[in-house]
């Protein structure tokens, strides 16, 4: 039947993917690529380098369709569409590829013989094809709302182990430095948790917060004032998705819940990702512009002159293997600027020690997560969202602002 209609409709088939290089290689680290990566449900830090052949079966179809897409093609048709995948797998994933196809413009026939799959790819036209040479056609219109995988998850209180289980997907290195809580959601048919939020407490000083709150959390000096910061202000460090289900619209219905039930007047949440995937705004969180400090002008001038390549962005371990592919002199002012990001935005607002003369060695600890701070910030700017105040009782945004804060 492929073969018939490819012929019919002047398909020509799609060029061979090398398969040897890393997705962002692929895709490309420019905004159109990171976009229909996300879109087709694969950023996350453990996908952008690896390779076509190392992904899962959910993953590579997910990557294939992403890359058909990001092609000039106007019209894409894939044969036995996600047959080898488990049924949940196979449903988010159709439900994600036709809302990409649809965002894109583009026309799709996706050839499948599981019927479970229809109510998710959500077609225009709907063919049956039998034995016989007679073909039932449908003429289908496009429902929207919520994926109803969303109904067979679970959502409430975690623990830090389901964290730990989804920990190698997120793009954030390392773990956060406070815990205030953890949110996970679980699926019947996936092992292990199928998404976790970790809540933290809040960092003692933030611009954005500043201008957002009008300064009410601004004197941190006062230990009285910090005391009510840290009981009013939540801050949202981690959000990561199992492969099944992304792009199905998860990481904001656990968000909705986290915001009605963790018991702060204001959640915040600082992510690179935001740009890409848009559900922090969708849920009723609004963005907030932040200055650039110094530090990070001087590693952003930096990367403007010497342009690293696809690879070292996202990837901290590309971005060190290529630093130490410089000269001596390149090389060392590289990590300087890269260890003084990470020690300015981690290890001074953990330990509020002071910077060291000397740059530590390449093989001391700390030296992976500051390669993946800052590969990742060559890409994106982490923006500042939040959403509040929230009234205690409906767990619900205010629309009324106190104008001070409360001491007692």
Known sequence: MLSRMACELDITPAPELDKTRPIIDLFGCDQNGIALIAAVGLADASTFGRTLDELSVGQAARAELGLALLSDR???????????????????????????????????????AHDDLIDYLQPDFHFVAGWSDQTEAEQREAVAGRCDLIDQVTIGRGTTADWLQLKPLHYAAGNPATVHSVWSAFHPEIKGPAGVIVCSYPDLHSAARNLATDSKYQNVKDRRVATVLNREVVKVSRIVICPQLRGIGLAGEMLELVVSQVGARYVECVTSMSRWSRFLERVGFREVPQTCHPIEAELMDWASRERPPAGAHLDGGHLLEWIDSLSVRKRRNARRLVWNYYFHFVLHRRTKTQRPKNVPNPDAPGWEEAADLAARRLIERPSYWIIGPIDPITGLPETVQNDAVEVA
Do not use: C, M, N
Not at 79 to 102: G, N
């Open 74 to 112: 106007e019209l894409i048709v894939i044969d036995e569409y996600l047959a080898h995948l488990d049924r949940p797998t196979a449903k988010a994933v159709a439900w994600a590829s036709q809302r990409a196809v649809r965002k894109r413009g583009k026309t799709a026939i996706f050839i499948t």
